[in-house]
């Protein structure tokens, strides 16, 4: 029973453009989002979270928007890097733990 | 303080024998995670420490698992009798308390064959 839905596997952006990664959520007790950018052979790295009582969450290059009645959040990374190429994970923190989706491979060309 | 460390990286073991994984939390972080990784997929929580006291355990924590956190610093996983479901990447994760926080290791990849 998946909580967590990342429903497109892998996604491909020409650099300097934007990349909208999307989550969707089923539990509607969630109430605290996350995103996690994993490289290969290294473990997750925090990137931007959200809470809901917000809709929108801004760091740098990073946006997260959280659309509560739709259970739905997405990631926009503007503008794309190559160095910003990994698997990206939608997480909620739930109780004592992080519930994630299956994650999302980003490829930015150059 | 260099984060969170995980021994071994790599782990190649036949079915049937025993592994143990060691994970070395940021020294300030009360709380310890333990998550596994399959292929295609996102980790999957499998058991939690506040301090030494093991608090929360997933149903994914068969009685092959066992997780230890004896002085509420490093933390152990054992796995017995190893099987090749077991294979995957098993990866610690810290933190000082929710709402974010966590620090996660590399990771243990082991491969059961």
């Known amino acids: 029973d998946q909580q967590v839905k990342q429903n497109s596997p892998s996604l491909s952006v020409q650099e300097g453009r934007i990349s909208i990664l999307n989550c969707d959520y089923t539990?509607?007790?969630?109430?605290?989002f996350l995103w996690y950018k994993k490289y290969p052979a290294e473990g997750p790295t925090f990137l931007i979270s959200i809470s809901s009582i917000k809709d929108k969450n801004e760091d740098g290059r990073f946006t997260v928007f959280l659309n509560k009645s739709a259970k739905h959040l997405s990631l926009h990374i503007v503008p794309s890097q190559p160095g910003d190429s990994a698997v990206y994970f939608c997480?909620?923190?739930?109780?004592?733990?992080?519930?994630f989706g299956a994650g999302t491979i980003l490829r930015v060309k150059s | 303080d260099t984060g969170v460390s995980q021994d071994p990286r790599h782990k190649i073991t036949k079915r049937g024998q025993n592994v143990t994984f060691r994970c070395d939390p940021i020294?300030?972080?009360?709380?310890l995670y333990w998550y596994r990784q399959t292929l295609g997929q996102g980790p999957e929580f499998l058991t939690y420490?506040?301090?030494?006291?093991?608090?929360?355990k997933s149903r994914l924590l068969s009685d092959r698992f066992s997780a230890e956190r004896p002085k509420g610093s490093f933390s152990t996983l054992e796995i017995q009798r190893t099987e090749q479901g077991d294979s995957a990447m098993y990866l610690c994760?810290?933190?000082?308390?929710?709402?974010?926080?966590?620090?996660f290791g590399s990771g243990t990849r082991l491969t059961v064959v």
């Open positions: 420490f506040q301090n030494e006291a093991q608090l929360e």
């Open positions: 539990n509607s007790m969630f109430d605290y």
């Open positions: 994760a810290s933190s000082l308390s929710t709402l974010g926080g966590y620090t």
């Open positions: 997480a909620s923190e739930y109780g004592n733990k992080l519930v």
């Open positions: 020294s300030e972080h009360n709380r």
